[in-house]
């Protein structure tokens, strides 16, 4: 039990220090965005199983602090059990604060421009192990790169995170598990659908002009 106060008081450290410092991953900071990445787990030792494998879905809140989001994360890993040959199952929903620390790079086509961001989230975990499905409390702490493209706003994704939760259910005799993962995939700004607003077009020059006090917009009496 200790351990697990100890990952909370970790997180709940990196969520505090970026709110502090101000922060937000996504390359347009004012537009909603989502990703798509594909995982790879390097499970905890203790499970009899191999290595999992899954995606994870993203949708990212820019936040009114400089360079923060809040992200809303969803995962699906499956992993082979050694003893038989069939998979179980592991579904999280994560809350995640991220943080990024800007723009960098070289003053060359040759090398891309990357943002460095590091990420603390806490969540529910759905384990599902030979059949018996059972939610645990969890929490994450991460880093990762965004790498910008020029299409849309575009940007390629990869992080690593290290996944732990209280858990006594999915292996016999540990009460605490922890997965690490890495992800890669790719980020788009919803831009699309949550657009800024064209500016009103000013009216024609008059002697004598309406205006309408919410808009600014003059019509010619």
Request: charged share 20%.
């Amino acid at each position: 039990m200790r351990k697990v106060w100890k990952l909370a008081g970790a997180v709940a450290g990196l969520i505090w220090w970026a709110v502090q410092a101000g922060a937000v991953n996504a390359p347009n900071n004012d537009i909603l965005y989502a990703a798509a990445t594909w995982n790879y787990e390097f499970s905890d030792g203790a499970r009899d199983s191999d290595d999992g494998q899954g995606y994870q879905l993203i949708y990212g809140v820019p936040l009114s602090w400089d360079k923060t989001a809040l992200e809303v994360t969803f995962s699906d890993i499956g992993r082979t059990r050694h003893l038989d040959g069939n998979k179980d199952y592991q579904t999280l929903l994560m809350l995640d604060l991220v943080r990024d620390f800007g723009l960098f790079g070289w003053d060359t086509k040759w090398l891309p421009k990357f943002k460095p961001f590091v990420l603390a989230g806490l969540g529910g975990i759905q384990e599902d192990v030979r059949g018996d499905r059972h939610i645990h409390f969890g929490g994450e702490l991460g880093a990762g790169l965004l790498l910008p493209t020029n299409f849309h706003g575009w940007s390629l994704r990869a992080d690593a995170r290290v996944l732990g939760q209280s858990n006594d259910k999915s292996v016999a005799g540990e009460d605490m598990l922890i997965d690490y993962r890495v992800t890669a995939g790719l980020q788009i700004p919803l831009s699309y659908f949550y657009g800024e607003k064209a500016a009103v077009a000013p009216g024609a020059d008059c002697e004598l002009a309406v205006v309408d006090v919410g808009s600014g917009r003059r019509d010619c009496a």
